[in-house]
């Protein structure tokens, strides 16, 4: 067999299509290795979300182009959210890529990959409806396993390279998720993580489908397992979603629904479509009706022509809606959106990243703070690791609601579901004993 290495950076959409994409190159005679320099064909799966993420997929394949130079038969494909957003430039900037596969016609690969072993230089970027085929996946092995339902975003706020890059939203046909959900459990996956750009969404393009009704559907398959779902645009999160996470066993009590500011005036100059207190009545609502429920966010620093008052507003709402946890980020201009126009308020490099770092501090405090809040409960943990940690053997897991937690234990149980006593609280993590 042929072997391939594939580098993919980004969110776990890309994973997944990674996870397909090796399903078919099986299928084509390649076996994976996690060694480029043996490989024949590398493939690197690329993620746009910020100038950083993309300025690493050029300097990671620059030693490939060299490999290429003393072994002339290397195969070199550029995929992902870079591929589609730069398409034939890629050509200019890296000549010794043979394929660039945007993110529409990832099916598209077998075929693919026999033109370019023929020979030729591919730019295969066109924006074309779902192709799915049904080849074998090939997932990393874990307790976990992710499985996308929408792809695609039509909200086009003003400082993402999303839409740009992964398209109109488009939802998976509802029984095809069932089967592949269904092949997981029969597989041994304990947890499954529904994926979407705005997964609460789903079904808006099909007839007589949301995101309720898929959980419904797969609350009831057979087996003990957990469903969870990200990410949740704030205003598309209906009372009826709320009730069925609340009365579906098998779905976790977990939302993240990224706020990116807690400015008003801020909101709606990046094009959100909902303000503070909006976003605040829906944590109120979760909160009330789903006991227990961790909600995580994203927030961003430095949006061009953000003010101190404005940043503050957003340390603000990560206490007042005691968000559980929150990714956060440095404002950065993507080619192609609105906001990277507005050169004349962009803010200054050192305020940025010192606004990142008092997100990052109120963010820690809120972590700390939520982890305490289960001192002393007995929760339900699915184990996922097994480690030594400073010298003593424990295991590692996660919680219904998400928090990992850390336990003294000298046998590996992974994919196993405890019941633990929570005996103490870090930032990042809890601690736990066996009951
Ligand atoms: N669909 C989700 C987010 C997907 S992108 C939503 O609407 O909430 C993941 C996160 O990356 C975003 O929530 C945002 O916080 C961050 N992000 C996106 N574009 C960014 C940019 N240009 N600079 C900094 N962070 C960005
Ligand atoms: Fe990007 Fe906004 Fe779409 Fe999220 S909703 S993917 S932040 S454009
Ligand atoms: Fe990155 Fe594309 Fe995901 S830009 S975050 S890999 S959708």
Redesign the pocket.
Known sequence: MKKVYIETMG?QMNKSDTERMLGMLDYCGYEETKEAKEADLLIINTCS??KLSEDKAYSAIGVWGKWKKARPHIKIVFSGCVAQQDREEIFRRAPYVDLVLGTHNIYELPDLIKRINNGERICATPEVPFGEKDYSIKRVKSTGCWIPITEG?N?F?T????PYTRGRERSRDMNTIIKEVKDAIKDGFKEITLLG??VDSYGKDLEDCNLSKLLRELNSIEGQFRIRFV?S?PTDITDELIQTVNECDKVCEYFHI?M?SGSDYTLKKMNRRYDRKTYGEICHKIRTLVPDVTITS???AGFPGETEEQFEETLSAMREFELDYS?T??????KG?VAAKWTDLYIDEDVKFDRLARLNEVNRECCLKSNQKFIGRELEVLIEGFENHKGKNVITGRTRNNKIVHIPCDENLTGQFLTVKITGAKTWYLQGEMI
């Open positions: 969110c979300i910020r975003c909200n706020c400082y993402c390279i999303v750009q705005n990410t645009y990224p990116q994203d927030f961003i990714n980020a440095a404002y950065s201009p993507r959106t």
